[in-house]
């Protein structure tokens, strides 16, 4: 289990891409439990996407995606093997990262009561977070790439302005200069 861990924050360290990260959590989840995965991505409040799993059991479930965003939206666990939402096809975990929910992680594995035990929901918390954090990392750069090329525009609109604002004073001051005299 920790290999399969360390393995996934170094894949998900080297990714970037919201479907790919999800893709290679997806794959080594299914590896730990054996099992079925789909991963939802959203923010609290809107409707999650599936980025992982879509042809999946858990996908085609009608209370599945209802699930996903009730996950997301309270940052808790639900599904099948919980008292919360258990008519779920999968457990569902949130992916919880610094600052706050990025999505849901869907589990499916026969017998549904494995994925309930200690140290099989350590390592499933565990790289629920992992995908988390990469999740956060994803979109930090992405919003700095973006407010650098921002910055960089707002730069080049402030020379130009600047250019053209002193190649206008040089003709006004000489026509006021003629006012003048």
């Known amino acids: 289990r920790l290999s399969?861990?360390?393995e996934l924050g170094r894949q998900l360290g080297s990714l970037s891409g919201g479907m790919f990260l999800a893709a290679a959590?997806?794959?080594k989840v299914e590896e730990l439990t054996g099992g079925e995965v789909a991963v939802y991505l959203g923010n609290p409040g809107g409707e999650p996407h599936l980025a992982y799993g879509e042809k999946s059991s858990i996908a085609s479930h009608p209370v599945s995606g209802p699930a996903?965003?009730?996950?997301?939206?309270?940052?808790?666990?639900?599904?099948?093997g919980t008292d919360t939402l258990p008519n779920a096809v999968?457990?569902?975990l949130p992916l919880s990262g610094a600052q706050g929910t990025v999505g849901a992680i869907a589990v499916r594995s026969e017998p549904a009561g494995r994925l309930l035990e200690p140290d099989n929901r350590r390592s499933l918390a565990s790289c629920a977070g992992l995908l988390a954090l990469a999740i956060e990392r994803d979109k930090m750069a992405v919003a700095a790439a973006e407010a650098k090329a921002h910055a960089h525009a707002e730069h080049v609109r402030n020379v130009l302005l600047s250019g053209v604002s002193h190649d206008f004073r040089t003709p006004l001051?000489?026509?006021?200069g003629a006012s003048d005299s």
């Open 25 to 27: 959590a997806g794959k």
């Open 90 to 92: 999968a457990l569902f």
């Open 68 to 80: 996903a965003r009730w996950v997301i939206d309270r940052d808790l666990v639900a599904g099948a």
């Open 173 to 176: 001051a000489v026509i006021a």
């Open 4 to 6: 399969v861990l360390l």
